[in-house]
């Protein structure tokens, strides 16, 4: 009887052993999953503040490529609308240019029927006194339209020797007058808006 208690009690402590090992086996493994469970979002985390460093420097370099871009464009705009208003400057200044001298060949051919007038009134003589008269108002309202059109004459009378404005067809000895200074009037210069349209013909003292 003692011979069976015993080996009850014998059995009964392996098997409070076996019951405790599988209890720790078992904790051991609820301990295995609780971290794996604790691990698996810290490597998530992990994952995602590495993907977030990779999207900022993504953004970073594509808003630095948008600013380059940016200040490409700004620079060609500047210079496409510089060149605009150059090019508005210049068409500008040369539609003032082809209005103010519209005239000029036109009137290089009226110049020479004003020289023909001008010497049939100095040679006149008093049998057609009446004639004269009336060429001279002629040439008289002619400079006056000439005038309206921005035609003036260029001086000679007391001026020195330009060549910008006179053209000498000779020199001469002449008494009182410095040299270089112009001496005779052989044929009148114009201008239009301070355009030579033709030189004075003139002495020049020597």
């Not at 004459?153 to 060549?163: C, H, L, N, Q, R």
């Amino acid at each position: 009887m003692s011979n069976k208690k015993s080996s009850k009690n014998v059995k009964q402590s392996k098997k409070s052993i076996k019951d405790g090992q599988n209890l720790e086996s078992s904790e051991n493994v609820d301990k295995q999953k609780v971290n794996e469970e604790v691990k698996q979002p810290l490597d998530a985390d992990a994952h995602v503040q590495e993907d977030s460093l990779v999207d900022v420097a993504l953004l970073q370099e594509k808003l630095k490529s948008l600013e380059d871009e940016l200040s490409d464009n700004k620079d060609k705009m500047l210079r496409a609308v510089a060149e605009m208003e150059n090019f508005k400057r210049r068409k500008t200044q040369e539609l003032l240019t082809a209005k103010t001298y519209a005239l000029e060949s036109f009137i290089k051919e009226l110049l020479p029927v004003f020289d023909s007038l001008e010497r049939a009134c100095s040679h006149s003589d008093e049998s057609v006194s009446d004639v004269v008269k009336g060429v001279q108002l002629t040439i008289k309202q002619f400079y006056s339209v000439l005038q309206k059109a921005g035609v003036s004459v260029i001086e000679t009378k007391g001026k020195a020797f330009d060549p910008n404005f006179h053209q000498a067809v000779g020199k001469e000895s002449c008494e009182g007058i410095e040299s270089d200074f112009i001496t005779k009037e052989m044929q009148k210069g114009y201008t239009l808006n301070d355009r030579v349209l033709r030189p004075s013909m003139v002495m020049v003292a020597e």
